[in-house]
């Protein structure tokens, strides 16, 4: 089945690296952006992977956002996660795909089309960069790499965004930013980097990667436990437990009492940290 989804993955990727003419729209705010490439892009995988798995349910970003079946398979896609590297040229883009069984991730696909790199992963059978086993660092926090956005399309929350910058900056190597968050986090899941913040990613964004991520040894969770697949949450991940322990810290301390829809951080703190240090 991987092999399958890889392969329509790769003959999407082909269709928006080649797609030209594409309009450029926002949803909403003007950091927002949807192209006629994400929508075209969306038709497609919708209907090969519907025909690769009948009676399968498809969850995509642009129009086809339904929730995850509590039984049987449903597909996450985001057509391009970094829809604005995307319109602007900037080859940083990745296709994702998760497949999702009973609720819980089952495998994973994420290509950038224009560096052509495919990382992929099924659970339990480890984490692959074009075809090549990968596995995180074991870089320590000193050393760490940390990709973190500061919530550009929500500006009200990135005063703390930025604000846990700074207390991670002093404390690790340095700080990226690429403009896709699957790539980010399969870019850790190889090794090249060993932490990662964000405020709120939609499912489509961190689906496929989580599964590519897990399966390289790295960890992977929201506030106060697991990843919701059904709705934007918040995201933390690291190389190790100890390094997923000290963002959260990091995180949480920022964060405080501060409602995230409704949600307070403080009262999920302690499952929080079980998460990460049972991990
Ligand atoms: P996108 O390009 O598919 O929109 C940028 O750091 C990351 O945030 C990208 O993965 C981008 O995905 C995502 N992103 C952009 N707008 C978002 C929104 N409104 N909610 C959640 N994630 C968003
Ligand atoms: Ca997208």
């Known amino acids: 089945m991987i092999s399958e989804i890889e392969d329509i993955v790769r003959r999407s990727g082909k269709r ?13 705010t003007r950091e927002n952006l949807v192209t006629s490439a994400d929508v075209e892009n969306e038709r497609f995988l919708k209907e090969e992977l519907l025909s690769l798995l ?9 129009g086809d956002d339904v929730p995850v079946a509590k039984e049987g398979y449903t597909w996450i896609v985001d057509p391009i996660d970094g829809t604005t590297n995307f319109s602007r040229g900037i080859p940083e883009v990745g296709i994702s795909v998760a497949l999702m069984k009973d609720a819980k991730p089952l495998a994973g696909v ?4 224009f560096t052509d790199i495919l990382y992929s992963a099924e659970a339990g059978k480890g984490a692959f960069k074009n075809g090549k086993p990968i596995t995180v660092s074991n870089r320590p926090l000193e050393d760490a790499i940390l990709f973190t956005a500061w919530c550009a399309y929500d500006k009200s ?8 910058s700074e207390r991670l900056h002093p404390a690790c190597n340095d700080i990226r930013r690429i403009g896709t968050a699957a790539v980010e986090l399969c870019m850790m899941a190889e090794g090249a980097a060993e932490l990662y913040f964000e405020i709120r990613l939609s499912p489509w964004d961190f689906a496929a990667a989580s599964v590519v991520l897990t399966e390289a040894g790295g960890h992977i969770c929201s506030f106060g436990g697991p990843l919701d697949y059904d709705r934007p949450c918040p995201v933390i991940a690291a190389n190790t437990p100890g390094n997923l322990a000290y963002l959260a810290r990091a995180v949480v301390d920022v964060f405080g009492e501060r409602p995230y829809r409704g949600q307070a951080f403080r009262s999920s703190t302690e499952a929080t940290f079980s998460t990460a240090w049972s991990s």
């Open 16 to 28: 928006v690296r080649e797609a030209s003419g594409f309009t450029v729209s926002d949803k909403g």
């Open 110 to 113: 994420v290509y950038n089309p």
């Open 157 to 164: 929350l990135s005063a703390p965004c930025f604000e846990v």
């Open 54 to 62: 009948p009676g399968s349910v498809f969850k995509g970003e642009e």
